[in-house]
């Protein structure tokens, strides 16, 4: 079964980017090729137990089992050592990415309190999107009265076939992705 987010890129979102940027053939329009979603967890160092709750949350979130990411070099200053367990990671390709997206866009975001949509200029030269998020509570999955603490992450689109961020910032747009100026 074909997701229905990936369904609306085949039949109407390519063809509007191929309009918009006069491209000839199909597979030259831009296309979400992986998103990661990143958790960051500097609390792992006093209590890997924290890090192991962090990575089921994440396992229920994405539909996926993350990896655990370690330090690579030591900082002082954060009395963090080199292969010290920080954080852990998923990266999400072909179905269950859609599928994650479409939750993003169309459940989990509109769940904010005070959301007034993402920011347009978080696009880097390659034409890849980061966004932040403050918490995981945003999803569904997760079950807001038996979270112990709140826990960020950031959910990075890498956007193939693009020549801009203009173009990447299209394609976003056209999958539903809320920025925060209406022109955008």
Not at 48 to 73: F, N
Not at 97 to 109: Q, S
Not at 122 to 127: I, P
Request: proline content about 6%; some cysteine.
């Amino acid at each position: 079964m074909i997701p229905r987010l990936q369904e609306k890129y085949r039949n109407e979102i390519v063809p509007q980017l191929m309009k918009s940027f006069n491209l000839t053939n199909k597979l030259a329009a831009p296309r979400v090729e992986k998103v990661v979603v990143n958790m960051g967890v500097g609390e792992a160092l006093t209590d890997i137990k924290i890090l192991e709750r962090a990575m089921d949350e994440l396992a229920i979130i994405t539909g996926q089992r993350p990896i655990l990411r370690r330090a690579k070099k030591a900082i002082s200053n954060f009395k963090v050592r080199a292969g010290a367990p920080v954080g852990c990671k998923v990266t999400l390709r072909k179905a269950i990415m859609y599928e994650f997206i479409d939750r993003l866009l169309n459940i989990a975001l509109p769940r904010i309190r005070d959301f007034r949509g993402v920011s347009p200029d978080a696009f880097d030269k390659a034409g890849n999107y980061t966004l932040g998020l403050n918490e995981q509570g945003i999803f569904p999955e997760i079950e807001y009265d038996k979270l112990t603490r709140t826990q960020g992450m950031d959910i990075t689109f890498v956007i193939k076939n693009t020549e801009s961020p203009e173009q990447s910032r299209e394609l976003l747009r056209l999958f539903g992705m809320p920025f925060s100026h209406p022109d955008m």
